[in-house]
């Protein structure tokens, strides 16, 4: 049956989460359709008012006392407008987002950083906690700053960095002096998603550790990490999530790693009493001492916003809508964009494949260049892939359907 119009007009009216597009703020009138959700996604209402409130209601009446000042009416720098100090934000929302988000027990998420420097701190403790042995081992189809992190790391210690294309190489290169084993959740190119249990589960039995991107998995997949014994996990919060531009970065670091957790940038909030301004560094208890510097508290209130779309929709419901959306791409393009020359590069089983369906040709860059000129915002990766990015709440049946048939049409 070749796939029409009204058939994703149907599923957008069957779609329990068609709702959910109303809480974003509209699109400019020359956007078509926004598919670039697994790069940035769109705003909301809800993240616009929540930082409104911060500026003229938190901050303009609790100034300088709102990082400390619960704003309960208790006390005597109470100046209302909030239920806990700006600088209880990082574990309190990390605790928000690892409950919904990851799967993750109260106390192992922070929120802080960016990814690049979440990873580095991540990669360098877990090999502080495997002191004795000398290899670090990723894939060279992990995301670039990862790479560029891991070759820093390696040279600056003096380890051996192994290269593993692909799972089964991952499994063939781990021994007994695999220190660190880091991966990404989702291929950033294809959207295929790893064996994140079956890979954790590998690198322990040899006595390695793993560090987990997420960056293209938090808000549309349901990582587990906690059942699943992940070490440790980093990822953004701006992609499916949706928390803005640059929003801070989360990090995820198992309790039975909290003991010996070091962690090689000391700043002054990770320490045991930041405000004693003592001399010399004593890391905080718990989660707490991945945090270096100040922490970004519109970032973060636009991350605690973005967790509770989330859990409203409820992650069972979105990972099901993003399968769905990447069915309907997958099999409207395999009809109308393969005969093109326009290969799907993305696994065909929703369970195996992440928020994206990706298409290859040698043009792909130039195709997605005139997809955005008529209104379509896709994007592109080296050397020949186009990325449809499917976020599951503001993304319409419709939409999806709309923007191959004109990618058709500019592909003939």
Known sequence: ????????????????????????????????????GNSLGRPTTAIADRLDQLVRTEWA???????TDRGDGGGENDSGGGGEGW???????????????????????????????NFYKCVRAAVRLRPDRTRLLTDPAHFPTN??????????????????DGADAVREALDER???????HVDYRTGAVADLPGLTTAAHDVGALVVWDLCHSVGVLEPAVESAGVDFAVGCTYKFLGAGPGSPAFCYVALEHHRFLDQPIWGWLGREDPFEMAQGYVPAPGIRRMISGTPSVPGILAVREAVALAAEAGLPQIRAKAAALGDLATSVARQRLEPLGLQVVSPADGALRGGQVSLARADARDLCGALLSRGVITDFRTPDILRLGLSPLPTTFGEVFDALVLLESLAG
């Open 178 to 184: 695999t220190a660190v084993v880091a991966l990404g």
């Open 1 to 36: 049956m070749r796939i029409d119009r009204q058939h994703a007009l149907a599923l957008d009216a069957a779609d329990p989460l068609r709702e959910f597009a109303d809480r974003f703020l509209p699109a400019p009138g020359d956007v078509v359709a926004y598919l670039d």
């Open 147 to 164: 790479r560029y992190v891991l070759e820093g790391i390696a040279g600056e210690l003096g380890l051996e960095l192994v290269w593993a």
């Open 87 to 117: 600088m209880d934000l990082p574990e309190a929302v990390g605790d928000e987002l690892g409950a919904v988000c990851l799967g993750a027990g109260p106390g192992t998420t922070v929120i802080a950083d960016s990814t690049t420097v």
């Open 61 to 67: 009446g609790r100034l300088i006392r709102g990082w």
